[in-house]
């Protein structure tokens, strides 16, 4: 059964870095052929896709985000992780990794899910 | 980047009801389509894929279809454990989506 888990703090200041982990059992990162993803969801808002990556390093970010992103991978660990930079506010929310297993070329539909974080920006 | 809106926003059914929402795509996506159920504090749950393929473990009364900018997610007879918020998501190009239907209970 394939699992995710994220963690990282619940509370990042505002200008800080929001980091998260996430922690996959039941599958290889590096030896699936599946991209892993994170999205975000702010209270009562839709769901947003912030990025998605290969075990290889190639990773695809959205366009649309204000803040800056990096997302890496390590597979010794089988894990990989959101770096989101100067924060606000509006960078509130529950974040979620998944696993990209339809997919299209480099883009994909996710059918495994962590429970999500809730991270809230505030001094 | 590509809009996915969807509508309506909210829908109020009975059990046993047949239920449709609609997704349009900004451009054209071709089949390149997911929907998503989510409960309150769930995580989303994969329902949907390439615009008509069901997700292994879904029930057969979750039926999508559509190509290029519209798209329907059907529900066939409503069951207590469908009232839910439902999601599209594009992922032809990178990734959008849609601002959710809520189905509640009429």
């Known amino acids: 059964q394939v699992q995710l888990q994220e963690s990282g703090p619940g509370l990042v200041k505002p200008s800080g870095t929001l980091s998260l982990t996430c922690t996959v059992s039941?599958?290889?990162?590096?030896?699936?052929?599946?991209?892993w993803g994170w999205m975000r969801q702010p209270p009562g808002k839709a769901l947003e896709w912030i990025g998605s990556?290969?075990?290889?390093?190639?990773?695809y970010q959205n366009p649309s985000l204000t803040s800056p992103v990096s997302i890496s991978v390590d597979t010794s660990k089988n894990q990989f992780s959101l770096d989101l930079f100067s924060v606000t506010a509006a960078d509130t929310a529950v974040y979620y990794c998944?696993?990209?297993?339809?997919?299209?070329?480099?883009?994909?539909?996710?059918?495994?899910w962590g429970r999500g974080a809730q991270v809230t920006v505030s001094s | 980047d590509i809009q996915m809106t969807q509508s309506p926003s909210t829908l109020s059914a009975s059990v046993g009801d047949r239920v449709t929402i609609t997704c349009r795509a900004s451009?054209?996506?071709?089949?390149?389509l997911a929907w998503y159920q989510q409960k309150p504090g769930k995580a989303p749950k994969l329902l949907i894929y390439?615009?008509?393929s069901l997700e292994s473990g879904v029930p057969s009364r979750f039926s999508g279809s559509g190509s290029g900018t519209e798209f329907t997610l059907t529900i066939s007879r409503l069951q207590p454990d469908d009232f839910a918020t439902y999601y599209c998501?594009?992922?032809?190009?990178?990734?959008?989506f849609g601002q959710g239907t809520k189905v509640e209970i009429k």
């Open positions: 990556i290969y075990h290889t390093g190639v990773k």
């Open positions: 998944a696993r990209g297993g339809r997919t299209h070329y480099d883009f994909q539909a996710f059918d495994y």
């Open positions: 451009q054209s996506i071709s089949r390149w």
């Open positions: 039941g599958d290889s990162i590096s030896s699936s052929h599946y991209y």
């Open positions: 390439e615009a008509s």
């Open positions: 998501q594009q992922y032809n190009t990178y990734s959008t």
